[in-house]
C-alpha cells in the first residue's frame, strides 16, 4: 500500500474518529500531518500565509491568555493550545489531499453519521418498546422524571432523550446536533453526494430526527434557519410550498416529542424566570455565568485574565465550575477585547475566501452554537469546525457550491 493511500484512508476518517474516540482521532491526526509533511516536502504550498494567519485567529486568541496567565503568574494551562493543534494542522493537511480524497471525506462523514444515527434511533425504539412502563431515571431530576411518566405512552420516550441514545459512549447533544447540521447542509447545499432524490431527503430525514430526538436547542434552532435558507432559494411555488409544509411538520414533531418538549419549555421558564437561582438547569446557569461579567474591573476585560485565570475566576464569582458556556465572552474573560475580535476574525474568515449558500450557512450555524457553547474548547468542536473551515479556506471548496452564488 503506498504513501498516498494511506493518506487518504486516514484523511476521510478524521471527522468519524472524534465522534467515537479522543485518543484515535489524535493518533490520526498527527500520522495524517507527519505524512502530509512529508508529501508536500517538493512541492509545498505557495501564497498561503495570509490564509493561514487568518485562519488561525482563533488559535493567536488562545495564545494571548497563554502569556495573560504567563504575566499574572497563574498555573499555565498546556492543554489549551495542545488540544486545539488542529488549527495548526488542518491547513498543512488540506494542502496535502487531493480533490477526490476530500470528496471521499465528506462522503465517508455523511454515510457514516447517518449509520450511526440510525442505529442509535432504532436501538432506542427498540428500547422504548420493550421498556415500556419502565420509570428510566437519570435523564432529568427526579420530579421531572415521575411527572414526565404520568401520562400513557405508546413506547417508552425516556429511552429516546440524549442521556439514553448516546449509552454506549460519551457524547453532548449539542455536538452531535452541530455534527448532523453539517451533514444535512453537505446533502442539502452542495453538489458534493449526488443522490436520487428519494434517498437525498430520506438522509435528510435520519438527521432532522436525530437532532430533535437529542434535545439540542441550538441544534432544532439551526434546523429552522436551514429550512428558512432553502425557503429563500425556492424558485418554484411547489418548493416553496414543500418548504413551508417541512417547516410546520418540524414545529409539530418538536412539539409532540416529550424529550424536546421538557428541555424547551425548562429554557423558557429559565429565561423568563425573575430568580434564575431557583431553576437549576443548563439555561439557568448560563445566564448566571454571562452576568458574572459585570463583576470584572474594566482592565481585566480590556487585557484578559488569561485562560486558566479565566476559570479560576468564573468558580470565584459563581461557584460554578465550568466554562462560561459562550466562546465570545470566553474569549473576552481570557484574551480581552483583542482575543474577542480575533474570535470574531475568525468566525466569519471563510467569506474572505468564498460566498455561498454552504458558507454563509455553516458560519451562520456556528456562531449560534458559539453563542450558547464553548465549541472551541471541546474536542468535538475544534474537529468538526476546524475540518470544514480549512475546508473551504485551504481546500476544493468548489465541490461545496450550489447552484447559484450569493452575490
Known amino acids: 500500500m503506498s504513501i498516498k493511500n494511506i493518506f487518504k484512508y486516514l484523511f476521510v476518517l478524521i471527522v468519524p474518529s472524534v465522534i467515537v474516540s479522543f485518543a484515535a482521532n489524535s493518533i490520526i491526526l498527527v500520522l495524517t500531518s507527519v505524512i502530509s509533511i512529508w508529501l508536500l516536502r517538493r512541492n509545498p504550498p505557495k501564497n498561503v500565509l495570509n490564509k493561514y ?92 422524571t415521575e411527572r414526565f411518566y404520568e401520562s400513557e405512552m405508546l413506547l417508552n420516550w425516556g429511552e429516546l432523550s440524549y442521556n439514553r441514545l448516546f449509552f454506549f459512549f460519551d457524547m453532548h447533544p449539542s455536538y452531535y446536533a452541530l455534527f448532523s447540521i453539517i451533514a444535512v447542509m453537505v446533502l442539502v447545499f452542495t453538489q458534493a453526494i449526488r443522490l436520487k432524490k428519494p434517498i437525498k431527503w430520506t438522509l435528510v430525514l435520519i438527521h432532522v430526527l436525530m437532532i430533535v430526538l437529542v434535545s439540542s436547542k441550538t441544534g432544532v434552532i439551526s434546523l429552522f434557519m436551514l429550512l428558512l435558507a432553502y425557503l429563500s432559494m425556492a424558485k418554484s411555488k411547489k418548493s416553496i410550498l414543500i418548504s413551508v409544509s417541512a417547516l410546520f411538520i418540524l414545529v409539530l414533531i418538536i412539539a409532540k416529542t416529550p424529550s424536546t418538549e421538557i428541555r424547551i419549555k425548562r429554557a423558557y421558564n429559565s429565561m423568563s424566570s425573575d430568580d434564575v437561582l431557583m431553576n437549576k438547569n443548563s439555561s439557568s446557569e448560563r445566564l448566571i455565568l454571562w452576568k458574572s461579567l459585570s463583576d470584572l474591573s474594566y482592565k481585566e476585560l480590556f487585557v484578559g485574565v488569561g485562560n486558566a485565570g479565566g476559570r479560576n475566576i468564573i468558580l470565584q464569582n459563581t461557584g460554578i465550575d465550568k466554562n462560561m458556556h459562550n466562546q465570545f465572552l470566553q474569549n473576552l474573560l481570557n484574551s480581552g477585547i483583542i482575543g474577542f475580535f480575533l474570535l470574531i476574525l475568525f468566525v466569519i474568515s471563510p467569506l474572505f475566501f468564498k460566498r455561498n449558500v454552504f458558507t454563509v450557512s455553516l458560519i451562520s450555524i456556528v456562531f449560534l452554537n458559539l453563542l450558547f457553547e464553548n465549541m472551541l474548547d471541546r474536542v468535538w468542536g475544534i474537529t468538526a469546525i476546524s475540518f470544514f473551515y480549512a475546508f473551504i479556506i485551504f481546500g476544493s471548496s468548489e465541490m461545496l457550491n450550489f447552484k447559484s452564488e450569493i452575490d
Open 53 to 144: 494567519l487568518i485562519y488561525n485567529a482563533f488559535t493567536i486568541s488562545v495564545l494571548i491568555g497563554f502569556f495573560v496567565d504567563l504575566l499574572n503568574q497563574n498555573t499555565l494551562d498546556f492543554n489549551q493550545f495542545i488540544k486545539r493543534l488542529s488549527f495548526v494542522l488542518m491547513p498543512i493537511i488540506f494542502c496535502a489531499a487531493s480533490r477526490q480524497t476530500q470528496n471521499l471525506a465528506l462522503k465517508t462523514y455523511v454515510f457514516f453519521l447517518t449509520i450511526l444515527s440510525s442505529a442509535l434511533m432504532v436501538t432506542g425504539f427498540i428500547r422504548g418498546v420493550l421498556n415500556k412502563n419502565k420509570i428510566i431515571y437519570g435523564n432529568w431530576d427526579s420530579e421531572t
